[in-house]
């Protein structure tokens, strides 16, 4: 009887999500607390499963914080390690953004291209990329995008072609790091790997799709550029971006901290800082800085404007999914997928790539991430293994999400920043530039994951 109330509550929780008619905390949270009242309390009558589920316990242990050299242990239930980290993030982010960073890195960029659409279109899809492998990649396009429609009202371009690459790229990019998209942070820290884990392996599939990419891009678009660039008014008069710093000390200050987020994500494996207490850091420097050189109101200001409803939606899924976990509904799921590959590496390979793709183009990649990883864990029978099928999931989610306009919310941030700005773009606008592209993004990780870890 738990399983199946597990179940439904599960895919209730999903058909709602998909439907996106509620915001998705909402279901999450009305979700997880169907679990620890209906499974684990009235059908399976244990507490032991609703303490281990909410977790609690392990945000008061040295290890949570401080694990050493050590990875840091993976743990049912809510994963605290994600969620602290996501807020610290949110919070540096925020106060970056109110310095004017991420307008000035645009318009700065634009002024080192002279202006030039196509050389403009080529740097601001790098750039989508690199910001993507540290900064959540809705902030990254939040602001590429606007930036974009603001440089194309100015140089008299259609702006679509630039968003779409950058909505693309900045996924492809995200999927380099672990820090780069919450699928992977999900990963990473459920399993205990680090920053250069991620970087080594999915980073080097990420740089090879990377570059065929802007190759694909180009020629896909360059006709549509090139005579945007010819049409091009001769008295434009371009913006400055030293106007976008608001306060010249906050903003080299919020470039100190960001700097300081980047090394020691980058080296938590050798200070042996975990994720969550880097997270913390992110957070504390972040509102000290806008306290003192801003003011109090300003740190307020940044902390109201913390996307709680992510925070929540994540607690709520990680019980919903705990109780997948705790009724063995994640255990069947494993042994029907090593079933039907044989227990064979390079059939899981393909079967967890494509499936999660797929799965990702049409429905939230954080759920199926976050569902997931406790099925590799019960496939996996050595550290090799798992690490393999770690990067398989963390590739299929992040770059399948760019298949459709709702795969992923740098998708739904960046086409409606564009239809808010006149552009609207089209299911077929999109699925015709980006579906092509996904696949062949998937095609080069196929191959590149079965010859390097299966042959």
């Not at 209730?12 to 684990?40: D, K, Q, S, W, Y």
């Not at 307008?103 to 030039?116: D, E, F, G, M, P």
Request: glycine letters at 8%.
């Amino acid at each position: 009887m738990a399983t199946v109330c597990a179940i439904i509550i599960f895919l209730a929780m999903f058909g709602v999500i998909i439907r996106g008619r509620v915001e998705r905390h909402i279901p999450a949270l009305v979700g997880g607390a169907l679990v620890l009242i209906v499974v684990f309390g009235i059908c399976m009558h244990s507490m032991d499963a609703i303490i281990e589920t909410l977790n609690f316990k392990s945000i008061f242990t040295s290890q949570f914080w401080v694990p050493g050299h050590h990875a840091e242990e993976s743990a049912t239930g809510i994963n605290w390690a994600t969620i602290i980290f996501i807020a610290g993030m949110m919070l540096m982010v925020e106060g970056m953004g109110d310095a004017g960073f991420f307008r000035w890195l645009c318009l700065k960029l634009a002024q080192i291209v002279n202006y030039k659409i196509i050389p403009l279109f080529i740097s601001f899809m790098i750039m989508s990329a690199v910001l993507s492998m540290f900064i959540d990649s809705i902030t990254v396009i939040l602001f590429l995008a606007a930036v974009s429609v603001e440089l194309a009202k100015i140089l008299k371009f259609d702006p679509v072609p630039i968003i779409l690459a950058e909505i693309f790229m900045s996924n492809v990019g995200g999927s380099a790091t672990m820090s780069g998209d919450p699928p992977n942070i999900i990963i990473g820290t459920g399993l205990g790997y680090t920053f250069f884990d991620f970087l080594t392996n999915t980073g080097l599939i990420a740089f090879v799709s990377g570059i065929v990419l802007l190759l694909y891009f180009y020629l896909v678009c360059r006709k549509e550029l090139k005579a945007s660039e010819a049409n091009r008014p001769t008295d434009i008069v371009y913006p400055n971006p030293s106007e976008a710093i608001t306060n010249k000390l906050y903003f080299i200050v919020s470039c100190i901290i960001f700097f300081i987020c980047v090394v020691l994500l980058v080296t938590h494996a050798q200070t042996g800082l975990s994720v969550a207490s880097i997270g913390v850091i992110a957070a504390i420097l972040s509102v000290i800085a806008s306290v003192i050189i801003e003011s109090p109101k300003k740190a307020l200001s940044i902390i109201k404007r913390l996307d709680y409803t992510t925070i929540l939606f994540f607690i709520g899924l990680f019980v919903v999914v705990g109780g997948l976990e705790q009724t063995g509904v994640l255990e069947y799921i494993a042994k029907f997928i090593e079933k039907i590959s044989g227990g064979s590496l390079i059939p899981m390979i393909i079967i967890i790539l494509w499936v999660s793709a797929i799965a990702s183009a049409f429905v939230d990649n954080i759920p199926f991430a976050a569902t997931m990883v406790p099925v590799i864990k019960g496939l996996a029978t050595s550290d090799p293994m798992l690490r393999t099928l770690a990067w398989t999931l963390a590739i299929g989610t992040d770059i399948g999400g760019n298949g459709t306009p709702i795969g992923a919310s740098a998708n739904v941030v960046g086409t409606s920043i564009a239809a808010r700005e006149g552009h609207p773009i089209s299911w077929k606008k999109y699925c015709s530039v980006a579906a092509p592209a996904t696949i062949l993004t998937l095609l080069i990780a196929t191959i590149m994951l079965i010859v390097r870890y299966a042959i």
